[in-house]
C-alpha cells in the first residue's frame, strides 16, 4: 500500500496521450538524478510511472527550486520534434513571480546579455555581462502588495530566450530579486549553507519561503498541426503569500 500510495503523488499530470507526458514538478525536486532513491528526481518518477520499456524524456527542464510545467516525451520521435520546437524558440513560456520591493514601472523589457559569474564562491552561478549571450525578459506587474511592513510585488514574466537562470538574474539586475532565492538573492552563502546542511533557522525565516517564489504557469506552442497550451497554478505556499 505504501508503494502505491507514493506512485499516486509522484507528481500531477496535467496532460497524458501515447507519445506526450505533461506534469507539474513541484518545487523541491530535481529533473536529473544526482543522489537519492528512485523518487527524488522527476525523470526517475517519470519512469515509475511510465513503467515501460519506452525511456522518457525531458523536453523543458526548471531549476530545482522552481515549480511548474515540464515537457516529459515518450518516444524518440517526439523527443526530437519538440526538441527542435523549443530550439528554434517557437514556444511562449510564461512564468510567474513574488520579488522584494514594489517595482515601479507597470511592465518593461529587460535587455541584458548573461555569462558566468568567474568573482563568485557559487560555481554554477550567472551573471550580467558585457560579453555574455543575448538575453531578454519581458515582464508585467499583476500586484504590489505588503507583508509584515515589507514590500514586495507579483510578477508575470515572459522570458524571450532561454539563458540559465534567466529570470532570476535579470529581476536581481532589475533590483528586485525574488523571494527565497539562495543564488540571487544577495548572499550567496545560503546557497552554499543549504548545499552543505547548515542552513539554520535563522536563515529559513530570513528567506522567507522554503524555495523561491518563482513558478513556470504556462507553456504554448503549436506541433503535429495543433496549437498546444498546457497551464498549472502556483502552489500553496506561493498563492498563500501574495494572496494573504
Not at 77 to 94: H, T, V
Not at 114 to 121: C, F, N, R, V, Y
Request: hydrophobic share 40%.
Amino acid at each position: 500500500m505504501a508503494h502505491s500510495a507514493r506512485l499516486q503523488s509522484l507528481f500531477t499530470i496535467i496532460h497524458e496521450d501515447d507519445e506526450l507526458l505533461v506534469v507539474h514538478k513541484p518545487a523541491d525536486l530535481v529533473c536529473h538524478p544526482t543522489k537519492g532513491d528512485e523518487y527524488s528526481s522527476l525523470i526517475s518518477r517519470a519512469r515509475l510511472h511510465l513503467r515501460t520499456a519506452s525511456e522518457p524524456r525531458l523536453v523543458n527542464r526548471l531549476d530545482r527550486e522552481t515549480s511548474g510545467l515540464v515537457v516529459i516525451a515518450k518516444t524518440v520521435g517526439a523527443a526530437r520534434e519538440l526538441g527542435k520546437i523549443w530550439e528554434s524558440r517557437a514556444i511562449q513560456k510564461e512564468y510567474c513571480a513574488i520579488v522584494h520591493s514594489h517595482v515601479a514601472a507597470e511592465q518593461g523589457m529587460i535587455d541584458a546579455p548573461l555569462g558566468k559569474d568567474e568573482t563568485s564562491i557559487v560555481a554554477i552561478k550567472d551573471c550580467v555581462r558585457a560579453d555574455g549571450a543575448p538575453a531578454q525578459t519581458e515582464f508585467f506587474v499583476k500586484k504590489r502588495f505588503t507583508r509584515d511592513g515589507e514590500l514586495f510585488s507579483l510578477l508575470r514574466v515572459l522570458p524571450r530566450t532561454g539563458r540559465k537562470h534567466q529570470i532570476r538574474i535579470h529581476l536581481q539586475h532589475l533590483g528586485h530579486p525574488i523571494v527565497g532565492d539562495k543564488i540571487y538573492g544577495g548572499n550567496p552563502d545560503l546557497y552554499l549553507a543549504l548545499v552543505e546542511g547548515r542552513l539554520t533557522e535563522e536563515q529559513r525565516t530570513r528567506l522567507i519561503l522554503p524555495s523561491h517564489a518563482l513558478h513556470a504557469g504556462r507553456l504554448q506552442f503549436h506541433w503535429r498541426e495543433r496549437d498546444w497550451d498546457f497551464s498549472s497554478p502556483p502552489e500553496p505556499a506561493f498563492r498563500q503569500f501574495h494572496e494573504g
